[in-house]
Nanobody, 121 residues
Framework: QVQLVESGGGLVQAGGSLTLSCAAS????????MAWFRQAPGKEREFVAGISWGGNFVYYEVSVKGRFTISRDNAKNTVYLQMNSLKPEDTAVYYC??????????????WGKGTLVTVSS
């Protein structure tokens, strides 16, 4: 079993930056792909960014490409999402996700409880 805990959410003005962190416990993440999803009010949960276990493959949803950067530190069992040039439409609860890379876009086995990001205009 893997437990994921997100942190770093908050309120930021449009154009600002935030860095989300996801700390894992229970077992090592080194064999798992990691991803971030988000769910805005009244909308379905959507894929944001993903990274392979070794970090050599990353993939972004089109609307965040060039603004968000996903990274991981397997020694610390932590994955990060650096978010720059934030827009009001980035407002959502952001979820950390872990599992097998084949399921990365659709959602893998393990989920955190989420952290709220609010971008004011």
């Amino acid at each position: 079993q893997v437990q994921l805990v997100e942190s770093g959410g908050g309120l930021v003005q449009a154009g600002g930056s935030l860095t989300l962190s996801c700390a894992a416990s229970g077992r090592t993440l080194s064999s798992y792909a990691m991803a971030w999803f988000r769910q805005a009010p009244g909308k379905e949960r959507e894929f944001v960014a993903g990274i392979s276990w070794g970090g050599n493959f990353v993939y972004y949803e089109v609307s965040v490409k060039g603004r968000f950067t996903i990274s991981r530190d397997n020694a610390k069992n932590t994955v990060y999402l650096q978010m720059n040039s934030l827009k009001p439409e980035d407002t959502a609860v952001y979820y950390c996700n872990a599992g097998h890379i084949e399921q990365m876009i659709d959602g893998m086995d393990y989920w955190g409880k989420g952290t709220l990001v609010t971008v004011s205009s």
